[in-house]
Each structure stands twice: as structure tokens, then as C-alpha cells.
């Protein structure tokens, strides 16, 4: 699965070694959308000889696959909307390193990793916390990694695959495609953000979309999940004083 079309890639003619960070972590008020497609969406037409790509039914693909995450972040307050190929949309939020659960058509919120635990939402509904940088499963972005720069459109990116690529591999462009083409995963990051732009991995391709102007309120959790944490808060105060007790 390809990002981009080759054509529209081209390399710088040095290839030097970015100074600075490889990835920045999202900024302590930001917003942004990742789009998903899958590889298995598609697949090729009955009888066609041009072996063009049609799309699957959505019911013959897995369900709870996102197709758009939007993710608020406004200090520690994280808020995830997940809408998934059905159309369906469920919300998360990581409040206190605490993550809440709210599936399409619920009105409960639930602590996901309990819920989970105790097989009340399937795994599906657990989101492992935010790494440091934000950005799932971007956490291999190193020097060791580094293949490159290219300009995607307007944007000129850095290019990470596993093991990276030598200059005159990279500058080769068979070779540059056959490698990236090939590589379990790759990341492109905006060489003057910092920020990611697409993640190819396992068979899926995110692209992503910072919203600007960024929000500049701290996220506040919706009434019904705020008074749960509340209760939440006071049981714990209440059992707390409980043992402080003397028999």
C-alpha cells in the first residue's frame, strides 16, 4: 500500500541528517484528525483484467476498525472520537491517567481498562495510555531509522523505516521504492513541525490533519462523565477515612 504516487515524490539531491528532534510531541493545546484505510478494503474486481481495485463490503470487515480519530488534547485532558467503518462513534477521554469508555449508543461511561478486565467491553475498547509524544505507535522514530527527506505536495517530510536506508540506496529510486514499499512500516514527519503527517503500519495507512487554529480552553469532561468521576472521588475520600479510623 502506497501513501503517495511516485510520481509525486521527489528527494532532496544531499541527504543530511535532520538536526534538532525527529518528533515533537503534540503541543499541550492541539487537535488533530487521523484518517485510516486498510489494505484489505480492497481487493481485486471478479474478471477484471486491469486488476482494479474495488471496494469490500463493509459488513465482511472487521468491526470496530476506526475510520476517523479525532483527538483534543489541552494539557493532562485528552479527549479521543472515534468514528469506525460502520459509522458508528465512540468517545474516550484520559482524565487524572484515568481512561473513560463511552460505546456508540451507551449512556454509561466506564473505566476501559477495568471493564475490560472484568469482560464487560470486549479489547477492543481499551486504548493503551498516550505515550509521551501523543502519537501511538510512533514511539520507533530514531536516528537509527532515518532513510531520507521528500516532498509530499507542499510539505517536505522525513522518511523513518525500520534500519533506515543509505544515502545511495535512497537517492536510487527503484531501490528507494522497493525498500519503502517493503518495510513493515513507515513514517513520514513534517520536517518543519516536527509533527507526523502519515504512518504506514500493518497493513494500514493513518494520515494526519492538525486542526488550526488549535483549541485554547482546557477540555471539560461532558456533565454526566464529571459527576461519575466526582462520586468516584468521594468514595475514595469516604474509604479513606474510614481506615484513618482507631479501632
Known amino acids: 500500500m502506497s501513501i503517495v504516487r511516485a510520481s509525486s515524490q521527489q528527494t532532496d539531491d544531499l541527504i543530511q541528517f535532520p538536526t534538532g528532534p525527529l518528533l515533537r510531541p503534540a503541543p499541550e493545546f492541539s487537535e488533530w484528525t487521523i484518517t485510516h484505510s486498510y489494505s484489505d478494503e480492497m481487493t481485486p474486481a471478479a474478471g477484471s483484467a486491469s486488476k482494479a481495485n474495488v471496494p469490500r463490503e463493509i459488513a465482511k470487515l472487521p468491526l470496530l476498525r476506526p475510520r476517523r480519530t479525532i483527538t483534543t488534547k489541552t494539557g493532562g485532558t485528552v479527549r479521543i ?8 462513534t465512540t468517545e474516550k477521554w484520559f482524565i487524572d491517567g484515568v481512561q473513560f469508555t463511552k460505546p ?57 523505516v525500520p534500519g533506515g536506508m543509505t544515502p545511495d540506496d535512497w537517492k536510487d529510486a527503484k531501490k528507494r521504492k522497493a525498500k519503502l514499499d517493503s518495510a513493515e512500516k513507515v513514517a513520514y514527519i513534517d520536517a518543519d513541525s516536527r509533527l507526523p503527517v ?45 481506615a484513618a479510623r482507631p479501632y
Open 198 to 242: 502519515a504512518l504506514r503500519i500493518l497493513g494500514e495507512v493513518r494520515q494526519f490533519q492538525f486542526t488550526n487554529p488549535a483549541p485554547t480552553q482546557m477540555l471539560a469532561p461532558p456533565p454526566d462523565l464529571a459527576e461519575q468521576i466526582k462520586k468516584g472521588k468521594e468514595a475514595i475520600a469516604n474509604l479513606l477515612r474510614s
Open 104 to 160: 456508540d449508543g451507551s449512556d454509561v461511561w466506564y473505566g476501559a481498562n477495568k471493564a475490560v478486565a472484568a469482560g464487560i467491553l470486549p479489547d477492543a475498547y481499551y486504548s493503551a495510555p498516550l505515550p509521551a509524544s501523543g502519537f501511538q505507535d510512533l514511539d520507533w522514530i530514531a536516528e537509527g531509522n532515518y532513510a531520507g527527506a521528500i516532498q509530499l505536495g507542499d510539505i517536505k517530510c522525513l522518511v523513518f
Open 81 to 88: 472520537v472515534i468514528i469506525d467503518l460502520a459509522g458508528k
